[in-house]
Structure formats: structure tokens, C-alpha cells
């Protein structure tokens, strides 16, 4: 896996994988993208979502819609990393089980998520689960 990221002008910048993938990023007041560091937590989110989803799906269960927002607290000392992070995953679907996707967040979130796993000796990672009917 390889990435470049290029310099736009101010703190615009443009990230491309190997693959031609592109994401923008950007800081400061007029920032017209996410920073470096919101992009981790989305990265983090969108990384347990798709285990979770694959998993449910692979158990032929049906998502109606999921949505996971993250809470950050960060040092108030540079480099201003996250001392914690709070998932909150908010999933419904008329066949889904509580016991499911508890399951299923459990083998993202201890197996499967490798930006969890990055992430978890550094920072406190936690979580809790809203299933909607």
C-alpha cells in the first residue's frame, strides 16, 4: 500500500493512493476539508462500519441504516493527540438482534478493524451501542 499527499496552497492538501484514490484535506478557520487529524476518527469509524456491515450481511441480516459518531477529546499540549475517543454506533434494522451486532462491534473492534487496532495502545477507545426499531 503506498500514498502520496501533494500541496495545494495555504494548508490545502490532496492525498492519492497507489490506486488513484484522492481525499482532500485541510486546515485552519476557512478549511474547506477535514483535518489530518479528523480524518483518523472518520478513518476509525469507517473502518469498524464496513467490518460490521460485512459481518451482518454475511449473516444474511438486513441494515436499514447505521451511523457511528465519535467523540474526541484531545491533549491540551502539543502534539494535541487523543487521549480518548467514544464510538457510538447507532444501527437499526427490523431483523437485527441486539446479541448480533453486539457480536458483530466486538469482532471489529477486537479482530477485524486494523485502524482500531493501530489506535488502541495509544489512545482509550470506547464504545456504546443504540440498536433503533
Given at each position: 500500500?503506498?500514498?502520496?499527499?501533494?500541496?495545494?496552497?495555504?494548508?490545502?492538501?490532496?492525498?492519492?493512493?497507489?490506486?488513484?484514490?484522492?481525499?482532500?484535506?485541510?486546515?485552519?478557520?476557512?478549511?474547506?476539508?477535514?483535518?489530518?487529524?479528523?480524518?483518523?476518527?472518520?478513518?476509525?469509524?469507517?473502518?469498524?462500519?464496513m467490518?460490521?456491515?460485512?459481518?451482518?450481511?454475511?449473516?444474511?441480516?438486513?441494515?436499514?441504516?447505521?451511523?457511528?459518531?465519535?467523540?474526541?477529546?484531545?491533549?491540551?499540549?502539543?502534539?494535541k493527540?487523543?487521549?480518548?475517543?467514544?464510538?457510538?454506533?447507532?444501527?437499526?434494522?427490523?431483523?437485527?438482534?441486539?446479541?448480533?451486532?453486539?457480536?458483530?462491534?466486538?469482532?471489529?473492534?477486537?479482530?477485524?478493524?486494523?485502524?482500531?487496532?493501530?489506535?488502541?495502545?495509544?489512545?482509550?477507545?470506547?464504545?456504546?451501542?443504540?440498536?433503533?426499531k
Amino acid at each position: 500500500m503506498k500514498a502520496t499527499v501533494n500541496w495545494i496552497e495555504n494548508y490545502k492538501l490532496e492525498g492519492e493512493t497507489n490506486n488513484g484514490k484522492q481525499v482532500f484535506m485541510d486546515s485552519g478557520e476557512n478549511a474547506e476539508a477535514a483535518s489530518p487529524a479528523q480524518l483518523v476518527l472518520q478513518a476509525l469509524a469507517g473502518c469498524t462500519m464496513m467490518d460490521i456491515i460485512l459481518i451482518l450481511t454475511k449473516s444474511r441480516k438486513k441494515i436499514d441504516k447505521f451511523w457511528i459518531d465519535v467523540d474526541a477529546n484531545e491533549a491540551e499540549t502539543y502534539p494535541k493527540v487523543f487521549t480518548n475517543i467514544h464510538l457510538t454506533y447507532n444501527i437499526s434494522g427490523r431483523e437485527l438482534t441486539l446479541q448480533e451486532v453486539e457480536r458483530a462491534v466486538k469482532l471489529s473492534e477486537e479482530k477485524y478493524c486494523r485502524v482500531h487496532a493501530m489506535l488502541e495502545d495509544k489512545v482509550k477507545i470506547t464504545s456504546s451501542l443504540n440498536l433503533i426499531k
